[in-house]
């Protein structure tokens, strides 16, 4: 079933110089449950299309729908995740966890309850008490992840959330971060410039031309297992060289 659709949306915009197409014409659906990822030239719009899609920025043309209602204003229904954790040094883990819950004034003894739970499921149920301090990169994004999960968003924008770390790191938290998304059912889109990444988590990708933005090509790799597991497959590799270069040319 569709959760998001963006129809025909286009985006200008002014500097001091001169005005800048960003996007244009950009129509895309994504159903619910699936793991979507944007991946195109640098300074296309890929991140662009995240701010849109979050309401805290209007298309010039253009709408927006989420499970049918048009986004024309930041809605608690999204959650977004950021290249950096940004959890707070002063707040424990599970302080930081419910933060956004505080935030939306969701916080009630049941969504509490909810929160400990993923804390638990997921790995961090001895740390709860911990700083960000005392955590390793990929336990910060995990928990990062988990306060975006927390007020039960219907939709996962994902900006880059796994650049900040080492490569080794990387790896072992996109398995993460892939098996708490799908484990929970949520939807996902992900702005990556790593095509590797795109391939290895995504159920379809979506490849985006240079500015102005517009939808360049579609593909639905369907390797099965977990990240790493795909980086395995025999196809992988064929599927980069195809998809590096449409995003080259």
């Known amino acids: 079933m569709e959760i998001l659709k963006i129809e025909n949306v286009s985006l200008r915009y002014q500097t001091d110089e001169a005005e800048t197409e960003a996007l244009r ?31 805290l920025m209007k298309p010039t043309a253009g709408t927006i729908y989420l499970d049918g209602k048009v986004i024309d204003k930041p809605v608690g229904d999204i959650g977004y995740m950021l290249q950096r954790d940004h959890l707070f040094a002063w ?21 509490i309850e909810y ?41 996962l924008l994902l900006d880059e959330p796994f650049s900040a770390l080492d490569y080794q790191t990387r790896l072992s938290v996109c398995d993460d971060v892939h098996n708490i998304i799908k484990s929970e059912k949520k939807t996902a889109l992900l702005v990556t410039h790593d095509i590797s990444e795109a391939i290895s988590l995504a159920d379809r990708i979506i490849v985006l031309s240079a500015r102005p933005a ?24 064929r599927w980069f060289d195809v998809i590096y270069k449409d995003v080259s040319t």
Do not use: W
């Not at 517009?214 to 992988?236: A, C, D, M, N, W």
């Open 25 to 55: 014409d950009v129509n895309l659906t994504i159903d619910e449950g699936e793991f979507v990822a944007i991946i195109g030239p640098s300074g296309c719009g890929k991140t662009t299309i995240l701010t849109l899609i979050s309401g």
């Open 91 to 111: 707040r424990t883990i599970l302080s930081n966890a419910l933060l956004g819950l505080e935030l939306q004034k969701k916080k009630t003894p049941e969504t």
């Open 115 to 155: 929160t400990t739970a993923l804390i638990d499921k997921y790995g961090l149920g001895d740390f709860k008490k911990a700083y960000p301090r005392q955590l390793s990169g990929g336990m910060r994004q995990r928990a990062a992840l988990i306060r975006t999960l927390a007020y039960r968003p219907k939709i």
């Open 214 to 237: 517009t939808v360049k090509s579609v593909y639905t790799p369907q390797i099965e297992g977990t990240p790493l597991r795909r980086r395995e497959h025999e196809s992988f590799s």
